[in-house]
């Protein structure tokens, strides 16, 4: 109820202004158009009006063609008239302007300057005031647990500079004191409420005490003055800057320009009024801050709407950065889906015709070594029919000896034993070229060279009925060992053999020699085993050995030029390398191969 009796009262003093003293002003001035000024009524109205007229005389001198309209106004009023543009040049307290300029953009063009303070920059101060009596009531710290009587909650001299005091003692006002009484302007009823006793301190605007009558005035003192060098009056609290006059947005630029040139060549009248240049009001920014109250109470609320408020642009570039990070992500991970479907389709067609290539090669190596069988079958009849026919023979003479009764246990021993071994030999035979023909996957493991070149030589001089002298030097590599498929190495082997038995097709028996060198290479890598294939034939012309390891390349009327081609790529599959070159004596050629070797 007593809230809706103040807005009543505002709204018939703000009425009853307009109607009695704006109304008649605008009525007479039909041509100049008039100046709308403001006022913040702290005080009482016949207080005000003698307090602010010379100011109101300089201007009617200084501006006759413009008619004064001046508004005395409580805070709700002059903010409401601020919001409608009724106005067109303010005059408040700092706390006041501060607020309207960060809620409407009002701008300052001057502020006051009064004999009484030392500078307009420290010119307006509160007092925390109590009766002369209270002797227990010394520092703002006996405050708590009393009843305080203020302006109200928006008032700059009349409560928030004490409040801002109070804050670094610990003292909430809200919470702290017993009873905390907003009374309204004029400032004159806070003053009422602690003379009267229905308050035990009041806070009032700096110098309103000395400017009471000297009976009152004794009746009353400052709680806990502050020592403010060349200030007339006592504070409680520190100084601010004094009162500024300020445009409005919709203020025409000619009338605030001739206004702010009539206020700074106004002279100092005999109260000690005048005006300067604006002053920084930086200090009342600060105390909102701290206070959390006026244009800065968004940062007592601790809601996430709060923190938007005051850091919106972070907020915004955050929030930027991040849509364009998840952008950026959900673009990357799909490109990466999209890539590795590609490379797993693409690994996928690999290991496929990898697996295929596999296959045909192991199917051509197969071939080749049934091929190598092929060309050797004519003399494998003559190699297995030796022991068949030593094993008829030794049947026959047992057969003789039986019919001429002269067979004996000894002779039956000897003959059975001899055609043992005969057998032995042609399955011996057999069971090399069969494991040599079978196809199968390859297998490594670590053997000794010397034995796996030694196996070859054995295998290659089986198929022949007329052999050619086979050497091997073996010495240099006793110790070493290589990991690889023994058959595919023997493959290899066959094959240079083979070639260079070829070779030498022209020579005489007795003249045909093949020579087989194992040497031990040091290199970058590791040591290397070197196998070299050497023949004592007609050679080849050097533009031949530039295409023998390709495919399908041959120098032999009915050969298919894939054995060369098929051993480069098994010496290779084991990393190491196949060459051709000329001796040094140019007799022949020497086919060579390197492997890993393992010491």
């Not at 300057?113 to 005031?129: E, H, L, N, W």
């Not at 047992?398 to 001899?418: P, Y």
């Amino acid at each position: 109820m007593s809230l809706l009796c103040r807005l009543a009262f505002r709204a018939f003093l703000t009425f009853f202004t307009l109607v009695f003293f704006v109304g008649p002003t605008l009525a007479a001035a039909t041509e100049a158009r008039p100046i709308r000024i403001g006022l913040l009524a702290f005080l009482d109205t016949e207080t005000m009006r003698h307090q602010w007229a010379p100011l109101l005389k300089h201007l009617a001198n200084a501006l006759p063609d413009n008619p004064l309209v001046f508004v005395q106004l409580d805070h709700a009023a002059l903010r409401e008239a601020v919001a409608h543009q009724s106005i067109d040049f303010v005059i408040t307290n700092p706390g006041n302007y501060v607020a309207l300029e960060m809620a409407f953009g009002i701008s300052r063009i001057a502020t006051l300057d009064t004999t009484q303070a030392p500078s307009p920059m420290r010119a307006v101060g509160s007092a925390v005031i109590v009766r002369d009596e209270r002797q227990d009531l010394k520092t703002l710290t006996d405050l708590v647990g009393q009843r305080v009587s203020a302006v109200g909650d928006n008032a700059f001299g009349g409560f928030q500079m004490a409040w801002r005091e109070l804050m670094p003692l610990g003292i909430d006002p809200f919470t702290d004191f017993k009873q905390l009484d907003f009374v309204g302007l004029p400032m004159g009823k806070v003053i009422d409420a602690v003379a009267q006793g229905r308050a035990d301190a009041g806070i009032v605007r700096a110098c309103t005490l000395e400017s009471l009558p000297p009976d009152q005035r004794a009746m009353l003192r400052v709680l806990s003055p502050r020592p403010e060098v060349d200030f007339p009056c006592q504070t409680s609290t520190r100084l601010y800057p004094d009162w500024p006059i300020a445009t409005l947005r919709g203020t025409p630029p000619a009338l605030a320009k001739a206004v702010a040139t009539a206020l700074l060549a106004m002279p100092v009248t005999p109260e000690g009024m005048s005006w300067t240049v604006p002053a920084d009001y930086q200090s009342v920014h600060e105390l909102f801050r701290e206070l959390q109250t006026g244009p800065y109470s968004y940062l007592k609320e601790s809601t996430l709407r709060a923190a938007a408020v005051r850091y919106w642009p972070m907020v915004l570039m955050l929030a930027t950065l991040l849509v364009g990070w998840i952008i950026y992500t959900v673009r990357v991970e799909y490109l990466v889906q999209t890539r590795t479907h590609a490379l797993r389709q693409a690994l996928d067609e690999r290991q496929a015709i990898e697996g295929r290539m596999r296959v045909h090669q192991e199917q051509i190596e197969h071939l080749s070594r049934l091929s190598i069988l092929g060309e050797l079958s004519g003399t494998l009849a003559h190699e297995i029919n030796q022991p068949l026919a030593s094993i008829g023979n030794y049947a026959q003479s047992l057969v003789l000896r039986l019919d001429n009764g002269r067979l004996t246990d000894a002779a039956v021993r000897e003959a059975s034993l001899e055609i043992a071994g005969q057998a032995e030999r042609a399955a011996s035979i057999l069971g090399r070229i069969r494991g040599f023909a079978r196809k199968r996957a390859p297998v490594r493991e670590r053997c000794a060279p010397a034995d796996l070149v030694r196996e070859s030589v054995h295998l290659f001089s089986g198929l022949l009925s007329n052999r050619p002298v086979i050497g091997v030097d073996d010495s240099a590599v006793l110790n070493g060992l290589v990991e690889v498929d023994p058959l595919q190495i023997q493959q290899v082997l066959l094959n240079l053999l083979k070639n260079g038995l070829d070779a030498m097709q022209h020579l005489p028996d007795r003249e045909r020699r093949l020579h087989i060198t194992l040497q031990r290479v040091t290199q970058v890598a590791g040591d290397q085993l070197r196998v070299a294939v050497r023949d004592v034939g007609r050679g080849l012309a050097p533009e031949a050995r530039e295409h023998l390891f390709k495919p399908f390349f041959t120098t032999k009327r009915d050969g298919l030029g894939l054995g060369l081609s098929i051993c480069t790529t098994i010496i290779e599959a084991h990393g190491g390398r196949l060459s051709v070159q000329t001796p040094d004596d140019g007799v022949g050629l020497v086919f060579a191969f390197t492997l890993p070797l393992y010491n």
